[in-house]
């Protein structure tokens, strides 16, 4: 251990103990700075949690955080277990593609409750508590499905990649918008008529074909959780057939 309490190899702070077998009790806990962290992201964004802002958060010195969680990778490694401690996981109905797309669901919430998330799901993260305790219910909702194991953590991975890529599109949609100097609606309205322009050209048959009868902008106006449902639905739909 290097002075700050930083690591002199790499470890995986799960198998590190809170607390030594002696001592006083820890003023603080990791589920305690987790939240807190998990506070700052959700009101201003991950880029606003640093290391001297948890600990000013829980009351304690920012070099003593450090004791706690060695390094900033591994308090955005605590974040994300902790949100992942929110899913619900109801017994498998035998619809396994039923049962992930209810699941990819919740996932679609929680990155919306937690717009930080998307960022911060890689491999480095994958394997904390609550992750475990999500991939061992996924394969369970996935023992009807008659496939390798391997490749129903290939499947898992898709399906949380792709939720993740659509709701990371939401975000920066809404966000866009917020940051419009006019109103959504004027915005649109400008683009649908561009856009009708150019299809009345005739040039474009087959796009101006696809994007009839719902509007003259692609996206325009759709129930975006029908359509996460029927992307899901596809995706699954590609397995076991």
């Known amino acids: 251990m290097t002075a700050g309490g930083r690591p002199a190899e790499p470890e ?17 806990s990791r589920e305690s700075i987790a ?3 998990v506070r700052i992201a959700d009101a201003e964004g991950i880029d606003a949690v640093s290391m001297r802002r948890v600990a000013a958060g829980i009351g304690a ?34 619809d396994w ?9 919740q ?3 929680l990155m919306h409750r937690h717009p930080w998330l998307p960022r911060l799901l890689t491999p480095v993260y994958g394997f904390s508590p609550n992750a475990l305790r999500y991939l061992e219910h996924s394969l369970e909702y996935l023992a009807p499905l008659d496939a390798p194991d391997a490749e129903k953590l290939e499947l898992v991975a898709a399906v949380n990649g792709t939720v993740a ?3 990371a599109g939401e975000l920066a949609l809404a966000e866009r918008a917020r940051a419009l100097p006019w109103s959504e609606a004027e915005e649109q309205g400008v683009r649908t008529a561009w856009l009708g322009s150019r299809l009345a050209t005739g040039e ?10 719902s509007g003259p902008v692609p996206g325009a106006g759709l129930d975006m959780a029908a359509v996460f449902d029927r992307s899901l639905t596809r995706l699954l739909g590609a397995w076991g057939t």
């Open 204 to 213: 474009y048959p087959r796009l101006a074909a696809a994007v009839s009868g």
């Open 35 to 37: 939240a807190e962290a």
């Open 97 to 105: 593609r039923a049962d992930l797309l209810a699941l990819a669901r």
């Open 61 to 94: 010195g920012t070099m003593s955080l450090y004791n706690y969680v060695p390094r900033k990778e591994e308090l955005y490694e605590l974040m994300v277990d902790a949100v992942g401690g929110e899913y619900e996981f109801p017994a498998p109905t035998g």
């Open 165 to 167: 890529t659509y709701v």
């Open 12 to 28: 995986v702070i799960w198998s590190r103990p809170q607390r030594a077998g002696r001592g006083p009790r820890p003023a603080h």
């Open 107 to 109: 996932t679609r919430a």
